[in-house]
């Protein structure tokens, strides 16, 4: 929208913090057109309706270069709600708040705020304009002073501009006349920072830093870790991420680190020779006191050439979540209690003596994932086989129903901060009262007792044996030569673990280098499929747009709304609305929900033989709506690769066959089920009242799935709707359209075509949109600048990605496009 980058208050105490900051691009040279003028005028007057009050900021030369402007700070543009600057809230305070959220270097305290109103322009150019008189701002009645003058100033400009139009007209007997200065569009200040003389000087930099080497000047890198339980909820997660953050950037530090209010949880790649910094830096956050073990470190540094050949991260992120294990538990824990922290070398002497028949035997569990296990594991153990770390709880009350509970039990896993979970459940929730864990997992055994540990190593060396799986990219570190695991593909024997290189399946696999590596038999894919599609992947487009406008969308869809039909069972489609939003809220807005819903029920109806094929199933609206829609006797397939949307969409089936009741039953769906996931090829199918089957397919890979449908021999289907992976559509399209599986006649809808109006780039649709958007900066500040909305790099990626499929498809000889405008786009491709 024309002002979308605004977040107006919707009244006058609304929180200041509303301001907006307008970046300028260059419009086109090109002349303008009859509609871009029409444009131009519309989005002027919806500009002239919304009070503004307008500021042009400035910083002083020595600030210029200390704060290394970007080129929005350079500009200085700024437009703040009136209703929201001109109440009594607003003062000094409040507008600091404003310039700092404008400059984000800006030191609080370091300089001083002075202001002034645009003088009247004298007619013609002036070469030498005489400078703003700028006044300092030090009180609330400064600030207030200054926004009714400026209010004051926009009046009398306005007034005198209309005088003057009018002495114009009356007097018709003079040859000519004076001209006057434009009338100011809106209220406007000039807000001047300067550097304060008397501010103290910046605090020292912290010791750690003293005499630091250059990070990148190290020769290798550490891996390491950390996790921290604090015995009360982290009072604010991202003060903390700030800190760190604040911390880690100068020493070169590259990882990821999770905060929560339960604590913790750090990967990280650490230059070497900026290690001591790091543990000093640390140590004087208290949020991190009740770090345990301390930093575990991996024992062997991994030198520059080889991080950088294949880095195992490539940034700092740093990121709030809700856990910072996701466990699925329905309340957390005391992590504080969670049994015995046994360190490296006494856990080894224990499981030494329990091989050499001594004592009691203890129930040793790797409590990793089974792809993690497959590679590696402590003599003797026992793995839980889970697929991901919220099914342990379920495989725990399995496997120890039956054990005494002064048992020894004893776990074990890859840094130690899942054992502090699995520890307490054993202790709390199942009443366990001898639970040992390994302190600082596997990385601090090996660093103690394995190959790292030197001439320091019990003569019976390391009693785990494989690899230890790692989450990050260097997947492993192989601490024995035992080669446990079994390579998913030909059998051999490997220590081996790696993703699938066909980036639609991903999934991890155990692989052998034969297979696995860069001239493997299988490419680093699971399988034959994976492996074709890895193969005929197509190379981006060279003539792919650089840059994207944003579209702007007008009320015509709420009109489309209200003139549609409602479904006939609106209650269900209600309650997978209110599912959805509960249950998977941030893909909430994927729904195909509306006039979508509706037209997809329609296509399903005009199938001829009533065969529907849905790519991305999500939480089932749109499944529900083809079923609805299809004739009688039809069939929906749908294939979906999330577990999770799996079941919830198996169960909104289920409400439409009647199989369970059609409300309240958003309680019944768990956020986090316990059950263990499903798993490729698991199917549900059921009839519904008109004779239309539904069935639901749980896959691993929607491309080697319709391979499969074809070498079976299923029959063509009469409708396709895709909204699967961006990056593939183009590739779903040529497997349906080459493998038979579209019938004569047949029509596949593409969704998300438009991709939030960003596909629409200068080769796609005219200027007058982005004419429009740049209107009300052109009202402000002239004709040569004009409104830029960021936009992440992740959404102008999908954008150029959606774009150039929109290009490979209208060019293909073989197929007849139409794109609809509806919602997010809807692309209706036939064969010719």
Not at 83 to 97: I, K, N, Q
Not at 703 to 727: I, R
Not at 791 to 813: S, Y
């Amino acid at each position: 929208m024309l002002l979308s980058s605004l977040r107006l208050p919707t009244h006058p105490a609304a929180s200041p913090r509303l301001l907006s900051s307008l970046s300028a691009h260059r419009p086109p040279r090109s002349s303008r057109t009859a509609e871009r003028v029409a444009a131009n005028a519309a989005a002027q007057e919806l500009a002239a309706s919304t009070p503004l009050l307008a500021v042009k900021i400035s910083a002083c030369p020595d600030l210029r270069d200390k704060l290394k402007l970007t080129g929005r700070e350079k500009r200085g543009r700024l437009f703040l709600p009136l209703s929201a600057v001109h109440s009594p809230g607003f003062g000094m305070r409040e507008l600091r708040g404003e310039v700092h959220s404008f400059f984000r270097a800006l030191r609080r305290g370091s300089y001083l705020l002075k202001a002034a109103l645009p003088e009247d322009e004298p007619p013609g150019p002036d070469p030498d304009p005489p400078a703003p008189s700028y006044e300092l701002l030090a009180t609330d009645e400064d600030v207030a002073a200054l926004i009714a003058r400026a209010i004051s100033q926009h009046s009398s400009s306005q007034h005198s501009s209309s005088q003057h139009s009018s002495s114009q007209h009356s007097s018709s007997q003079h040859s000519s006349s004076s001209s006057a200065a434009p009338p100011l569009p809106r209220p406007t200040l000039l807000l001047h920072v300067e550097a304060d003389p008397a501010a103290p000087p910046p605090p020292p930099p912290p010791p750690w830093l003293e005499d630091l080497p250059p990070p990148a000047d190290s020769p290798s890198y550490t891996m390491l870790s950390f996790y921290a339980f604090p015995p009360s909820p982290l009072p604010s997660v991202p003060a903390l991420l700030s800190s760190l953050k604040t911390l880690l950037s100068p020493l070169g530090v590259l990882g990821r680190i999770y905060a929560a209010p339960e604590g913790t949880n750090a990967q990280l790649a650490c230059p070497t020779t900026s290690l001591p910094a790091l543990r000093e830096a640390l140590s004087t956050l208290p949020e991190l006191e009740s770090m345990e073990n301390g930093l575990n470190v991996d024992p062997v540094p991994v030198p520059r050439s080889d991080f950088e050949a294949d880095p195992p991260f490539a940034a700092l992120h740093l990121r709030e979540r809700e856990k910072v294990v996701a466990d699925g538990l329905a309340a957390p824990l005391d992590w504080g209690r969670a049994g015995y922290d046994m360190p490296p070398r006494e856990w080894h002497e224990a499981l030494a003596a329990s091989e050499r028949g001594e004592g009691e035997r203890p129930v040793l569990l790797d409590a990793r994932n089974a792809y993690e296990t497959a590679v590696g594991s402590f003599v003797g153990s026992e793995p839980l086989n889970t697929t991901a770390f919220r099914d342990t709880w379920g495989r725990l009350e399995e496997r120890l129903a039956n054990v005494p509970k002064d048992a020894p039990i004893m776990t074990y896993c890859t840094g130690g901060i899942r054992c502090v979970k699995v520890g307490a459940y054993l202790t709390q929730e199942m009443g366990f009262s001898n639970v040992k864990r390994l302190a600082g997992g596997i990385v601090a055994y090996d660093r103690e007792i394995g190959s790292a540990a030197g001439p320091s190593a019990p003569p019976e060396g390391s009693l785990f044996h494989g690899t230890n799986y790692v989450f990050d990219n260097r997947q492993g570190r192989a601490i024995t030569d035992h080669k446990l695991g079994d390579c998913v593909t030909c059998g051999a024997k490997t220590g081996l673990v790696a993703n699938c290189n066909n980036d639609a399946c991903h999934k991890r696999i155990v692989q052998c280098d034969a297979c696995g590596g860069p001239s493997g038999a299988y490419r680093g894919c699971c399988g034959d499929p994976c492996r074709t599609l890895f193969e005929r992947r197509f190379s981006p487009r060279a003539d792919a747009p650089a840059a994207f406008d944003p579209a702007v969308f007008d009320d015509a869809q709420g009109y489309s709304e209200s003139h549609t039909s409602t479904p006939s069972r609106a209650a269900l489609f209600g309650e997978i609305l209110d599912n959805t939003r509960k249950l998977m809220p941030t893909g909430a807005h994927m729904c195909s929900a509306g006039v979508q819903g509706r037209l997809l029920a329609t296509f399903a109806g005009m199938a001829r033989g009533g065969r529907v094929l849905e790519i991305g199933t999500f939480t089932g609206y749109a499944t529900c709506s083809l079923a609805d829609g299809a004739p009688r006797g039809g069939r929906v397939l749908s294939l979906e690769r999330d577990a999770r949307a799996v079941e919830i969409a198996v169960h909104h089936v289920n409400v439409m066959a009647g199989e369970v009741p059609p409300n309240g039953e958003v309680q019944k769906l768990n956020p986090r089920p316990a059950a263990p996931g499903l798993v490729k090829g698991d199917a549900f199918e059921v009839t519904l009242e008109n004779d239309v089957g539904v069935k639901v397919v749980k896959v691993d890979d929607a491309l080697g799935h319709l391979q499969e449908l074809a070498e079976q021999g299923e029959e063509p289907f009469d409708f396709v709707f895709l909204d699967a992976d961006k990056t593939r559509l183009y590739e779903y399209v040529g497997e349906i359209i080459d493998r038979g599986l579209l019938a004569e006649g047949g029509v596949i809808a593409v969704d998300n075509v438009l991709w939030k109006g960003l596909a629409a780039g200068p080769e796609g649709r005219g200027e007058a949109e982005g004419a429009a958007e740049g209107a009300v900066v052109e009202a402000e500040f002239g004709a040569g600048e004009a409104l830029e909305q960021k936009r992440g790099r992740r959404q102008r990626k999908l954008a150029r990605i959606m774009h150039d499929f929109n290009k490979k498809v209208v060019k293909d000889e073989r197929l007849d496009v139409v794109m609809l405008p509806l919602r997010d786009g809807l692309s209706l491709i036939r064969r010719r």
